[in-house]
Nanobody
Framework: QLQLVESGGGLVQPGGSLTLSCAASGFTLNIYDIGWFRQAPGKEREGVSCLTRGIRRTYYANSVEGRFTISRDNAKNMVYLQMNSLKPEDTAVYYC?????????????????GGQGTQVTVSS
């Protein structure tokens, strides 16, 4: 069973940092492209970042470019999203996904995605 589980969210003040983690089980992550997307109440789902397999090319949404960093540790079957200089508009539930292809910051042909997500709240 292909499964992804996100963790690392929380409440942080504007300007703060968080690192989200995504643990994969039941499959080998290194054969997939990986991505993070977020869903805020009343807003459309937004692709945040995408990282290709192999050459590890990265893509970011304009809204997070320069502040977020996506990475993967294939040995640990883990995906990470380092988030710096957080803003209130970054508040959302964040999900990771494994798929085949990055269209900019949006991952597509999703094979597996996290079910619960992890809540990030940026507020003073």
């Amino acid at each position: 069973q292909l499964q992804l589980v996100e963790s690392g969210g929380g409440l942080v003040q504007p300007g703060g940092s968080l690192t989200l983690s995504c643990a994969a089980s039941g499959f080998t992550l290194n054969i997939y492209d990986i991505g993070w997307f977020r869903q805020a109440p009343g807003k459309e789902r937004e692709g945040v970042s995408c990282l290709t397999r192999g050459i590890r090319r990265t893509y970011y949404a304009n809204s997070v470019e320069g502040r977020f960093t996506i990475s993967r540790d294939n040995a640990k079957n883990m995906v990470y999203l380092q988030m710096n200089s957080l803003k209130p508009e970054d508040t959302a539930v964040y999900y990771c996904a494994a798929g085949r292809g990055c269209s900019g910051a949006v991952i597509y042909n999703i094979m597996s995605r996290g079910g619960q997500g992890t809540q990030v709240t940026v507020s003073s």
